[in-house]
């Protein structure tokens, strides 16, 4: 097992990754002072419970713990004010005080989901992850937790940090090769935006990633964490650097909200959004050459970058207005300058963003 750390002083903690370590959760929990007399509550899907439930709850009972469970259904749609209340219901009937905790087993949906019961059961409770996609090794880091409205992804969130990572990457061979796709989108922004040598390796790499070769795999996601720790080290409350893990979600986050929260996958929709950022940047005078590099990268990992036709380029513009990076009637975008490189460019004008989302939908894959 290795352990990454995110600092944020007293509220560091530690991300521990590798093979088999699911059954350790009971005596980490227990290291870390998570109390024996309180309740805890587990969160999941019903995709993953049948695979893992019964060895987190097992772990966690077997040190001592007593525990309540509440499943929800997979998928982005459980990223909702409604489920976000019945898994309340669920804690209150459970007799969840101050000294519990909340451990999100699964994805970045029932991690966010679950966190967000965390940052606001009692006005917060401890909060522990236990990440199960490949997408997750970003959003089990960084405290970042919200459900969606209608109208907008993530709008109604806190910032919670959890008091530990678990990672388990046996936990990942499930996976179907769509999510494994979708997840290793995410582990390429962040070579994208921070390491150059990184997103050339994702590329190098990407049929030992595809196919989950263990050593590629965690090497990949180790280094993937390793670059949002460090970014959420320096902007825990994205005062301004941590705007760079948001390149491609701009066009992304409208994309997953005009397809009805589950038509795209999370790492889908900002792979078209990556793709349109390094269009902006050619617009915006970077330099050419940056879309068919990214492209290329994000087609290696089976990643789509075009926008189905059907897709109307004035509802993914409305959509766009509802971005948390927008203030003070402000396009903001995250613009790659150069592989492994970004700015953060305010003022972007409208017109090309909406030239950029027609030529999403009109490009023939290259
Ligand atoms: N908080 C953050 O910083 C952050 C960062 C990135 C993404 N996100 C959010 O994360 C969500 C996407 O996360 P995701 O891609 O993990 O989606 P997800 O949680 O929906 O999981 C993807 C699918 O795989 C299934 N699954 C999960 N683990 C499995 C396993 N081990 N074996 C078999 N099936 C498994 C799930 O049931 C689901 O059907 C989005 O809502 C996105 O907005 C948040
Ligand atoms: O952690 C961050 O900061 C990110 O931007 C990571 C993103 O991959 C993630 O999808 C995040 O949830 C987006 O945040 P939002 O503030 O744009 O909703
Ligand atoms: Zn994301």
């Keep these: 097992m290795r352990t990454l750390r995110v600092e944020l002083g007293e509220r560091s903690y530690p991300i521990y990754i590798g093979s088999g370590i699911l059954d350790s959760i009971g005596e980490l929990s227990r290291k870390h002072g998570i109390s024996v007399k309180s309740p805890q509550l587990i969160v999941t899907d019903d ?36 489920v976000y209340e019945e ?18 087993l699964g ?17 917060g409770v401890t909060f522990v992850q236990i990440p199960t996609t490949i997408l ?48 290793l989108a995410e582990m390429v922004k962040h070579g994208l935006i921070l390491d150059r040598d990184f997103a050339y390796w994702c590329r190098e790499h990407a049929e ?16 993937g964490c390793a670059i949002k720790a460090d970014v959420v080290s320096k902007d825990e409350r994205e005062g301004g650097l941590r705007a760079i893990l948001n390149l491609g979600h701009t066009i992304g986050h409208a994309i997953e909200a005009v397809g009805g929260y589950g038509r795209f996958l999370h790492g889908e929709a900002i792979a078209i959004g990556m793709a349109g950022s390094a269009k902006l940047a050619g617009m915006l005078g970077r330099d050419q050459s940056l879309y068919a590099e990214t492209v290329g990268m994000l087609q290696a990992l089976n990643l789509p970058v075009t926008l ?42 409208v017109d090309a963003v909406r030239t950029v989302v027609e030529q999403l939908k009109g490009e023939v894959n290259t």
Excluded: C, W
């Design 47 to 82: 995709k993953v419970a049948p695979h893992y439930l019964a060895q987190v709850e097992q772990a966690l009972v077997s040190e001592g713990y007593s525990v309540v469970t509440h499943t929800v259904p997979s998928g982005e749609s459980s990223k909702s004010l409604q």
């Design 87 to 104: 898994v309340m219901t669920t804690a209150i009937r459970g007799k969840l005080d101050r000294s519990s905790a909340v451990f999100a």
């Design 107 to 123: 994805g970045g949906v029932v991690g966010d989901l679950a966190g967000f019961v965390a940052a606001t059961y009692m006005r």
């Design 136 to 183: 997750a090794h970003d959003s089990s880091v960084g405290g970042k937790v919200a459900v969606n409205h209608p109208l907008a992804k993530n709008m109604i969130g806190a910032f919670h940090q959890p008091a530990m990572v678990l990672y388990d990457v046996d936990t990942l061979k499930s996976l179907p090769p769509r999510e494994v796709s979708s997840g």
């Design 208 to 223: 030992e990633l595809l196919a989950l070769v263990p050593e590629t795999l965690i090497y990949g996601l180790e280094r």
């Design 308 to 349: 189905p036709a059907d897709i109307k380029v004035e509802d993914i513009m409305d959509a766009m207005q509802h971005d948390k990076k927008f203030a003070e009637g402000r396009m903001v975008f995250i613009v790659p300058e150069a592989i492994g490189s970004v700015s953060i460019v305010k003022d972007v004008p």
